[in-house]
């Protein structure tokens, strides 16, 4: 079992910038891939960011490329997700994930096994 646990999230102004974090506990952080995704209201859930066990390979959905940047520090058991550049429509639930399997299905949500509760993020105009 992993248990993820997002923060970071909140209220800024379009143009700004916001840094969501997701600690893991319980099993080897480091051998799971990791995912961040997103779900605005009356939306399904979409696909944001993905990075391998080790970091060294990304990806990135084509809404957020070159705006948002994906991390982790395995030490710290954590993955972080850097938004700048935010618009309304970044508006929404971010959720973290847990992947046992590291390819392009990692931008599928039936690739991941564990999830955190989300923590809403909030882009005024």
């Known amino acids: 079992q992993v248990q993820l646990v997002e923060s970071g999230g909140g209220l800024v102004q379009a143009g700004g910038s916001l840094r969501l974090s997701c600690a893991a506990s319980?099993?080897?952080?480091?051998?799971?891939?990791m995912g961040w995704f997103r779900q605005a209201p009356g939306k399904e859930r979409e696909f944001v960011a993905a990075i391998s066990w080790s970091g060294g390979n990304t990806y990135y959905g084509d809404s957020v490329k070159g705006r948002f940047t994906i991390s982790r520090d395995n030490a710290k058991n954590t993955v972080y997700l850097q938004m700048n550049s935010l618009k309304r429509e970044d508006t929404a639930v971010y959720y973290c994930?847990?992947?046992?399997?590291?390819?392009?299905?990692?931008?599928?949500?039936?690739?991941?096994?564990?999830w955190g509760q989300g923590t809403q993020v909030t882009v005024s105009s």
């Open positions: 994930a847990a992947s046992g399997i590291w390819s392009w299905r990692n931008t599928n949500t039936a690739s991941y096994d564990y």
């Open positions: 319980g099993r080897t952080f480091s051998s799971y891939a």
